[in-house]
C-alpha cells in the first residue's frame, strides 16, 4: 500500500502480462483521478492524463463498469475492435485490466498496456492475473486504510492546537473531521448535500472549484470565506492537498 513500491509493483505486473508495463489508477466519485505507472509507462500517462477528456475515455467507463469480477481483456470489453489490425488511433495500446472497489468509495483500475503494433493481450494469461488479484485487492485496500487512517491522524492533530480540520475526498466528500469542526455550528453532518461541510457553501459552486483545483494541483492551496452561524462572524477556511 506504500505509494513510492508501486511502481516496481506495476512493472513486475506488466511482465507477468507480456506488457510494457502497468498503470493504478484511482477514480473518485467526481474530481480528478490519480494514478501511479511504471517507470516505462510514466511520460505516456502523464501526455495522455493531460488531455481533457481523459476521464470520460469509453475505455475508462468500461473498465470501471465491467471489469469488477475479474481480469477482462479490453479486445473483449470493444467487440468488433480488433480484425487483425493495431487499434484506434486514440487508443495506441491494448490493456488488460480489472477494478478494485476501495473502502474510501473510490474505485481502483489496475492495467497491464502493451503497444498497439504487439496486437491484444493473448486469453491464456488471464488466469495468470486472477491469481494475482488477491494480492493487488489487498495492496489497494490496505492503502486506503493506510491513508484514512493518516487523515484522522492529521485531524486530530490540528484539534490539539486548536484549529478546525476534516479531510475531504476530491469530489468533496467528508471522509473525517475533528472534534472542534464537529461542535460547530455552521458544519453539515457529514453525508448531507454530498458531504459538503459548510452551510454557508452547501452546493456551492466556490466550494467545489476550490476543491477542483486544489486537487489537481492547479494551485497548491485556496482559501475562502466561510459565514458562522453561530455568532454570524467571517471565518477563513484553508483548502490543502492531502497527500
Not at 472542534?180 to 459552486?205: M, T, W
Not at 476543491?211 to 462572524?233: C, E, F, K, L
Amino acid at each position: 500500500g506504500t505509494p513510492e513500491l508501486w511502481p516496481d509493483v506495476l512493472h513486475c505486473f506488466g511482465e507477468t502480462a507480456h506488457s510494457d508495463g502497468g498503470v493504478l489508477m484511482v477514480l473518485p466519485p467526481a474530481g480528478t483521478p490519480r494514478w501511479i505507472a511504471s517507470p516505462a509507462l510514466e511520460c505516456r500517462l502523464r501526455h495522455h492524463t493531460d488531455a481533457a477528456s481523459w476521464r470520460g475515455s469509453g475505455r475508462t467507463a468500461q473498465w470501471r463498469a465491467l471489469a469488477h469480477g475479474g481480469f477482462v481483456r479490453d479486445v473483449d470489453l470493444l467487440p468488433g475492435s480488433y480484425d487483425g489490425r493495431s487499434c484506434r488511433v486514440d487508443e495506441p495500446f491494448w490493456q488488460v485490466g480489472t477494478t478494485i472497489p476501495l473502502p474510501t468509495g473510490d474505485v481502483a483500475i489496475v492495467t497491464a498496456e502493451r503497444r498497439a503494433e504487439a496486437g491484444p493481450h493473448e486469453a491464456g494469461l488471464l488466469p495468470r492475473l486472477e491469481a494475482l488479484r488477491p494480492h493487488l485487492v489487498r495492496a489497494c485496500q490496505l492503502g486506503a486504510q493506510f491513508g484514512s487512517a493518516r487523515a484522522r491522524t492529521t485531524t486530530t492533530a490540528l484539534d490539539r492546537i486548536g484549529l478546525p480540520a476534516a479531510v475531504l475526498s476530491a469530489s468533496g466528500r467528508v471522509l473525517t473531521m475533528n472534534a472542534r469542526l464537529q461542535e460547530r455550528d455552521e458544519v453539515l453532518p457529514s453525508g448531507q448535500h454530498g458531504g459538503l461541510l459548510f452551510k454557508s457553501l452547501a452546493n456551492s459552486k466556490l466550494l467545489q472549484d476550490a476543491i477542483a483545483n486544489v486537487a489537481a494541483g492547479r494551485r497548491a492551496a485556496q482559501t475562502m470565506p466561510v459565514r458562522s452561524y453561530s455568532d454570524h462572524r467571517a471565518h477563513i477556511a484553508h483548502i490543502l492537498r492531502f497527500d
